[in-house]
T-cell receptor, first 114, second 112 residues
Framework: DAGVIQSPRHEVTEMGQEVTLRCKPI?????LFWYRQTMMRGLELLIY????????DSGMPEDRFSAKMPNASFSTLKIQPSEPRDSAVYFC????????????FGSGTRLTVV | DQQVKQNSPSLSVQEGRISILNCDYT??????FLWYKKYPAEGPTFLIS?????DKNEDGRFTVFLNKSAKHLSLHIVPSQPGDSAVYFC???????????FGKGTRLSVIA
């Protein structure tokens, strides 16, 4: 199994541009999570899906952020327009269940907004 | 407001000695706790967990202690090895029915 695959690994974009981060979860995992890592806040949950349905998006910081999961093998996190304070590492994780020891994280996307 | 707190951003320990990483939580509903380990340019990986019905869980060189009354847990690594150098995240959940809430992480450096 290739694990959770995120793309791109690095993204540098100018303020105001649209950014799309992509994630392919592990096949058979019912849960998908988007986390963001910053120095100030650590790893914070943005949104999670169960069977492709968004369950809790209360962690999404602003309306500029949106996430979709059109099928069981693909999810996107979009920021439009992007701002410098969005610079962070964004992780996608998938799991068979909510219980935490089963989370498998991708390698992350390092986003830099200049 | 951080529900899971790791107040030490970094820790440096000599090889062979004990590493102790601390974590505090504020939500008394949390009853299952985990430690994740993260190397640079990789995602976090699960290390060890503990349920609130226990006060200790051991796995090889790694032991997690839970003090429910103090809402505190700690991860002990004995003996520490250079390969243990990583960022360690403490996380918590309510009965495994809520997504993990993570702390800010502690960067451990094990010096040879």
């Amino acid at each position: 199994d290739a694990g959770v695959i995120q793309s791109p690994r690095h993204e540098v974009t100018e303020m105001g541009q649209e950014v799309t981060l992509r994630c392919k979860p592990i096949s058979g995992h019912d849960y998908l999570f988007w986390y963001r890592q910053t120095m100030m806040r650590g790893l914070e949950l943005l949104i999670y899906f169960n069977n492709n349905v968004p369950i809790d998006d209360s962690g999404m910081p602003e309306d500029r952020f949106s996430a979709k999961m059109p099928n069981a093998s693909f999810s996107t996190l979009k920021i439009q327009p992007s701002e410098p304070r969005d610079s962070a590492v964004y992780f996608c994780a998938s799991s068979l269940r909510l219980l935490g020891y089963g989370y498998t994280f991708g390698s992350g996307t390092r986003l830099t907004v200049v | 407001d951080q529900q899971v707190k790791q107040n030490s951003p970094s820790l440096s320990v000599q090889e062979g000695r004990i590493s102790i990483l601390n974590c505090d939580y504020t939500n008394s509903m949390f009853d299952y706790f985990l430690w994740y380990k993260k190397y640079p340019a990789e995602g976090p990986t699960f290390l060890i967990s503990i349920s609130s019905i226990k006060d200790k869980n051991e796995d090889g060189r790694f032991t997690v202690f839970l003090n429910k009354s103090a809402k505190h847990l700690s991860l002990h690594i004995v003996p520490s090895q250079p390969g243990d150098s990583a960022v360690y995240f403490c996380a918590a959940t309510i009965s495994g029915n809520t997504p993990l809430v993570f702390g800010k992480g502690t960067r451990l450096s094990v010096i040879a």
